[in-house]
Every structure is written in C-alpha cells, then in structure tokens.
C-alpha cells in the first residue's frame, strides 16, 4: 500500500485554489463530476475510446465567464484501454493538474487492485486501502468484516447438497466479465440442472461455479443504502444517511413482467433470467425502520476502524434487502460511491435534501467535504 506521507507530500504541493476532482468515466462519474460543478471545482473524467461521447459531447460543460450554463464535464482524457490512464506519465499529469481521483467501481474492475494500492501516486478521496474488501475471494471480504461487526447478512451454504430451501449461488458471468452470473435453486437437484444450463449457454463457468458463494434468499425488497461518514464533522453526528436506491436488473426484471404461464413457456435459452443491473431508482423506508439503518452503519464505521486503520472515508453503500418480519440482511457492500447514486445527481435525494437543506446527492457531498479539507487545511483526514 503506497504510503499515506508521500500521497500528502503530493497532495500538500497542489495549487488548492486550482482543484480538479477526477474520476474514470463509468459507474457513477456522472454524479461526481455534477457534484463537484455544484461546489465549485472544476472537472476531469478519464474515458475509453468507443465509450466517450456520454461524457465528452452530451455533458460537456460550457463556461460563460467562468460560470457553467450547461453541462457538468469540462474536461475527457480519451485512452484506448481504461488501463492506459494510470500509466507513470499520466498520473504525472493528474498531478500536475491538480487532481483528486474518486474512486468508483468501475475504477477497481479495470485496473488491477495492486496497481490502485502500490502504484496510483495521485491523492484519492476515500478509503483506499478499502477498495479489496468488495471481492468476494479475498479472505477478508465484505462478509468477513460484516462478521466481525456482528452485522446481518445471508446464511452460507458450503455444500450444495445442503440445498434445502431457495438460495441465490453468486459468481461472475462468464462473458460480461463485470456482472453477475448468478442464479437461484431452491434443491441440490435445481443447482445441478441449472447450473448445467448456464455451463452450456456460456453464462458461467465451472471454475467460478466452484469458487460461487451459496446463500440463503431472502425475499423482500431491496434498498440500498447509501451513506457518508465525515471524519471532519465535529458538531453533528459523523454519519448521515444520503440517499437510497434499488435496481433494475436484466432480464431478471423482464421475467417477472410476464405472467406465469408465459413464464413457464419461454424456451431453453430465455428460461433462466440474468441479474445484469442496468438501472437504478430511488426510495425511502418506513421511518420506523430507520433505526436499524443508522446502527448498521454506526457498526460498520467502527469494525471498519478496526480492521482498515483509519477505517470509512466519505461514500458507502450497504446492499440490503427485508424479510417479512422486517429484518435487514446486508448482501453487499460498497466502501466508494454506490452505484446507484446517479438517480441522486442534481435533484438529491429526500434524506440528503433534508439534512442539508439543499439538493446534496453523493457526488456534491464529496465535493463539499474536498472543499472542506481545503478550506480548513485538513486534507490529510479525507485522502489516502
């Protein structure tokens, strides 16, 4: 892990009236880079060629004596490979142009972990040392630290054999190497075949078949929640519940538009729906719930401050779904801006509104935290 001392040393040599907040163009760049328009900075989004004009023609940003009219990117860095960008002479020039990286998703699955924690020498909001925990293989994953917090979360099956009521088995899909190829069984005899099935239409394989996660399903409505934990707050509570989100996932999302008996009748192929996210919506929960929201995250601050010294930094998303009886299960974790917060951007969110007063979705509560470490000389606290 590169050294908190020379990313400061870095940091501490910027231009701080001359700030730009970065990220790479995917995920919830859109969000960030709105954000950071909203507070002032200006901004930069790395792109991929065949990827770019989202960024570089529809949300280009137009200045008028410095104001921005329209649009919220001002500048696109276009590479062949997302790899490209944190190549030695790039990263020379992130700095030189002042950047602060906000990390995404999309960050972590395009360019290799041990190149984001040894290699990337430009200042980056949030928990660096955090981004590992979202893969499912490492030993100390999200579930492990859920554990460790005494958080809920769905119950393993180790064996599939062991099979006895619905179970959702996650692992990667084979060919859209950044989504899922998961699918549910609710028997041994139902892994078997589907799994089978999913082998021969080459969604999965059977080496990630071997490594999947089986968990207990349960069944109720998702919602994720989506925080930010201030390590430079120091009048009100440190953790502020943001927003929240839920997801429309293919083709998963179009089975159950259909009847059943359509259901039962689609062919092999159509048969097993896919759990691709392609969209997102907001939401809100009964306010009775919200209690066990805020301690959930309250225990996740803390365990994360145990085992990632200095622990949660900014954006957080915990991944949940309800039982009937109106238990949270935590299925998912994201230590970086969630990606569903794009639903937020320019309009907010009902919490987050309400809290500040002010349309604040992730991406500008970020970039009024950046601006709050500059402000105050505190950037040291929020960047790793």
């Not at 990263?91 to 990390?103: A, E, L």
């Not at 989100?245 to 059943?260: I, N, Y």
């Not at 689609?266 to 729906?273: T, V």
């Amino acid at each position: 892990m590169i050294d908190k001392n020379e990313i400061m040393k870095i940091a501490n040599d910027y231009d701080k009236d001359n700030v730009k907040i970065g990220a790479l163009a995917s995920h919830s760049a859109l969000d960030v880079a709105d954000g950071a328009i909203e507070e002032g900075f200006k901004t930069v989004l790395y792109c991929q060629k065949g990827r770019e004009r989202t960024y570089a023609n529809y949300f280009r940003a137009k200045r008028v004596a410095g104001k921005v009219v329209r649009g919220f990117v001002d500048e696109c860095h276009v590479y062949g490979k997302f790899s490209e960008m944190v190549a030695p002479g790039e990263q020379d020039k992130m700095v030189r142009d002042n950047v602060i990286f906000v990390p995404n998703r999309s960050f972590t699955s395009y360019i290799p972990l041990k190149v984001v924690e040894d290699e990337f020498r430009v200042p980056m909001f949030g928990s660096r040392n955090m981004l590992r925990m979202e893969e499912r293989s490492e030993q100390q994953s999200y579930y492990w630290l859920l554990e460790k917090g005494g958080l809920p979360f769905p119950e393993k099956i180790d064996d599939p054999e062991d099979i006895d009521e619905l179970v959702v088995v996650k692992l990667h899909h084979a060919q859209k190497k950044l989504e899922r190829g998961f699918f549910t069984a609710s028997s041994y005899q139902e892994y078997k075949e589907k799994s089978d099935q999913l082998v021969q239409q080459g969604v999965i394989t059977r080496d990630d078949l071997a490594g999947a996660r089986i968990e207990r399903y349960i069944i109720g409505p998702v919602f994720n929640f989506d925080f930010f934990y201030s390590p430079l707050e120091e009048e009100y509570e440190k953790v502020e519940l943001l927003g929240v989100d839920w997801r429309f996932e293919t083709s998963l999302d179009g089975h159950v538009r259909l009847p059943a008996d359509q259901q039962m009748k689609l062919n092999e192929k159509q048969f097993l729906p896919e759990y691709t996210v392609c969209g997102h919506n907001s939401a809100t929960v009964r306010e009775s719930l919200l209690e066990s929201v805020f301690s959930m995250a309250e225990k996740f601050v803390k365990v994360s401050e145990r085992h990632y010294d200095p622990g949660i930094i900014g954006p957080f998303c915990l991944q949940t779904c309800i039982d009937k009886d109106l238990n949270y299960y935590i299925y998912d974790v994201a230590p970086r801006v969630g990606g569903g917060t794009n639903v937020h951007m320019a309009v907010g969110h009902p919490y987050g509104n309400s809290l500040y007063r002010a349309n604040v979705s992730t991406g500008r509560r970020v970039a009024m935290e950046i601006r709050r470490g500059l402000e105050e000389d505190r950037l040291s606290e929020i960047l790793t």
